[in-house]
């Protein structure tokens, strides 16, 4: 995103709606840090200039990367689909994605205000092959990976920087309490923040005895459930709720 000298007066106006508070006032005019912004578009879509001085400029490779991860109206390259990650588990209900047995493991990295660089990303998809669980084809960090059986992601994008990015995998409980350690040991050397959780198959008596094989392993859960209504893709005949 960019700004054009030639029409700022430096009103201040767009500077509270930057996602990443990345647009400055210098020498009375606005300024973008163009290194630090993720390409999201809120600045523009939001019309918050006045004067119409904010532009997108042409973005190619690796930076139009930014914008399909935080931009959602920007679509990934090859998938065509939008959004930061591959499948959400509250469409459970009409993918059945999730089955009983296997434990999904969704770890998003990054948020609004701090972002990510795909470098933390890949701390992350080490740690997961690592622990023997390989990134899924349909994620859209699966494009950006250079070995597939190390996590390594191609160097050229590491440096990318996004607002936020899903890894989602599943797995049986005893490999995703493997991936839990690993992803335990890197979180102090990340320089922004995860969230994770772990997604499970509620029985129709409401046990939920892949949390249970959970916390015998040594991780306790804290349950929610959590359902989106038309939003999914069917990918399976079979039933129940994760
Ligand atoms: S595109 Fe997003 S991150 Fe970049 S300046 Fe605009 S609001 Fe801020
Ligand atoms: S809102 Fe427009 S004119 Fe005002 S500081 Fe931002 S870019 Fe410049």
Known sequence: MKIDHEICIGC????????????????????????????????????VCPLEAIYQDELRFPRIIRSSFSNPEMPHARTKRHGRGTEEMKTNDVTNRFKEGEIGLCIEVGRPGIGTRLRDVEKISMALAQAGILLEEDNPIYDHVEDLLTGKLKEEVLGEKVLSAIVEVKEKPEIIALALDGLKELSSTLETVITL???????????IPDYDKLNKLGYT????????????RISDKGEGIA
């Open 12 to 47: 201040e106006e767009c500077i509270a709606y930057c996602t990443m508070g990345v647009i400055s006032i210098q020498d009375g005019l606005a300024h973008i840090d163009h290194d630090e912004c993720v390409e999201c578009g809120v600045c523009l879509k939001l019309k």
């Open 197 to 207: 959780s772990v997604i499970c198959k509620v029985r129709e008596d409401e046990s």
């Open 221 to 232: 859960t804290n349950g929610h459930a959590k359902v989106n209504i038309g939003l999914g």
